[in-house]
């Protein structure tokens, strides 16, 4: 498609539940990025990917999320067992890819608000 | 470590009125610079990138390596730019950092009429 699109927009989940976040890139793009927003801050890098190949994990937090890109498939977030501190809008980007001077732009998906109560 | 700092979280002014949104950024190698834009209600969007030195919608950043700036500028602002405004910097540099972007905390830009 031509935007990045990320599924669902909304997501209310009780604490200790799971949360499975999606993001479909934009056709051709390589690059794929999840961010964290909580409370309208600072976006914080979570994990990137290069194809279905973990580009960029310094950004993750060792327990309880993980992501994915499969081929043929929309990329995935997910967070077992969420924690009050998970509430948070969370952004995918994709970029075509990237050059020796810095490489294409970086386009945004609309955000999933995850709550968690 | 990459840093990207808005001083000022909220910032207002009249239409017709020029407008500077500060930034400031740390980085030990050769950066990216960008500014990003959300509209109300609408994604985040690309705004200006400091390699295509190009002007949109009135807008222009220069990039000062002197003083590790990219301040946005308008010489008249008009309504339709209230919006969100977000400086991010990527690093230019090869090795796991490449590619992801570091954001400042934003300024809400208020353009009243």
């Known amino acids: 498609g031509e935007e990045v699109a990320q599924t669902p927009k909304h997501l209310v989940r009780g604490e200790g539940q799971k949360a499975k976040l999606y993001c479909a890139p934009i056709k051709g793009h390589s690059y794929v990025f999840w961010y964290q927003q909580v409370l309208k801050n600072e976006f914080k890098f979570l994990i990137s990917?290069?194809?279905?190949?973990?580009?960029?994990e310094t950004g993750m937090p060792k327990e309880r999320f993980s992501a994915k890109c499969l081929p043929n498939s929309p990329c995935s977030l997910e967070i077992q067992a969420t924690k009050l501190e998970d509430s948070a809008v969370y952004f995918c980007?994709?970029?075509?890819?990237?050059?020796?001077?810095?490489?294409?732009?970086?386009?945004f998906g609309q955000g999933t608000r995850l709550t968690v109560v | 470590a990459q840093r990207v700092t808005q001083p000022e979280k909220l910032l207002s002014v009249f239409k017709g009125a020029p407008v500077e949104l500060k930034c400031n950024y740390s980085?030990?190698?050769?950066?990216?610079l960008f500014w990003y834009v959300q509209y109300s209600r609408q994604r985040l969007q690309l705004l200006l990138r400091?390699?295509s030195r190009e002007s949109i919608k009135g807008f222009t950043a220069d990039l000062n390596k002197g003083e590790t700036s990219f301040h946005l500028k308008k010489p008249f602002a008009q309504e339709e730019d209230s919006a969100m405004y977000y400086c991010a910097l990527r690093a230019n540099a090869g090795g796991t950092s490449y590619g992801k972007l570091t954001f400042g905390q934003g300024t809400i830009l208020t353009v009243h009429p």
């Open positions: 980007a994709s970029s075509q890819s990237f050059g020796s001077r810095g490489g294409t732009e970086a386009f």
């Open positions: 980085y030990s190698g050769s950066p990216e």
């Open positions: 990917f290069q194809n279905e190949n973990v580009f960029d």
């Open positions: 400091h390699i």
